[in-house]
């Protein structure tokens, strides 16, 4: 059963560093095809992807954010970390962590974080 | 990046009725399309994947096609649970992009 939980601050101040992390369990994120992404949705609005990590350390990350964004994992603690710099009130959101189903080389997103709202005001 | 514009932005229908929406990329994407559905306070659910697989545990009501740029999700026999938020999302190429979303509701 795979399981994916947020955590981090629910309220950030606007210029600081925003850190998520996300805590799963039944997979392995160093076994062959496993990966994760981050992806947002500011209230009342549509999903964001943010950012991906794979299970050989393979990075991509949403083009207007990519400045800001950096995803890295912790396998021994079964953790994904999203750093998102220069947080701004327009960075108000809901973050999902997500796992991903392989499926003809592609992937699609199968199991969700129930999320994290974050809100960022000074 | 790839433009994902879905039609209508929303919908009312009722119980029993067969609802169509659909997806445009601005690129080919081949197949590699998905379907999620997100009710308020919720976390999406993937239904559909690969344009027109039906994820395990999805009703069969549920139907994806497309190919290329067009693509559309069909709900046949409206039950009241389907009354929500439905999503199409690229998995071709990353940057993955989301459409803007369709809200299907109560008529």
């Known amino acids: 059963q795979v399981t994916l939980r947020e955590s981090g601050p629910a309220l950030v101040r606007p210029t600081e560093t925003l850190t998520l992390t996300c805590s799963f369990s039944?997979?392995?994120?160093?076994?062959?095809?496993?990966?994760v992404s981050w992806i947002r949705q500011p209230p009342g609005k549509a999903l964001e992807w943010l950012a991906f990590i794979d299970w050989n350390d393979g990075k991509y990350y949403s083009t207007s954010l990519r400045t800001r964004l950096t995803i890295s994992t912790d396998t021994s603690k079964n953790q994904v970390v999203l750093t998102v710099t220069n947080i701004d009130p327009v960075d108000t959101a809901t973050y999902h962590c997500?796992?991903?189903?392989?499926?003809?080389?592609?992937?699609?997103?199968?199991?969700w974080g129930q999320g994290a709202l974050v809100t960022v005001s000074s | 990046d790839i433009q994902m514009t879905q039609s209508p932005s929303s919908v009312s229908a009722s119980v029993g009725d067969r609802v169509t929406i659909t997806c445009r990329a601005s690129?080919?994407?081949?197949?590699?399309l998905a379907w999620y559905q997100q009710k308020p306070g919720k976390a999406p659910r993937l239904l559909i994947y690969a344009a027109s697989t039906l994820q395990s545990g999805v009703p069969s009501r549920f139907s994806g096609s497309g190919f290329g740029t067009d693509f559309s999700l069909t709900i046949n026999s409206l039950q009241p649970e389907d009354f929500a938020t439905y999503y199409c999302?690229?998995?071709?190429?990353?940057?993955?992009?989301f459409g803007q979303g369709t809200k299907l509701e109560i008529k």
């Open positions: 999302q690229q998995g071709n190429s990353f940057p993955y992009t």
């Open positions: 997500v796992h991903h189903l392989w499926y003809g080389d592609k992937y699609y997103f199968d199991y």
């Open positions: 039944g997979f392995s994120l160093s076994s062959h095809g496993m990966c």
């Open positions: 690129q080919g994407i081949s197949n590699w």
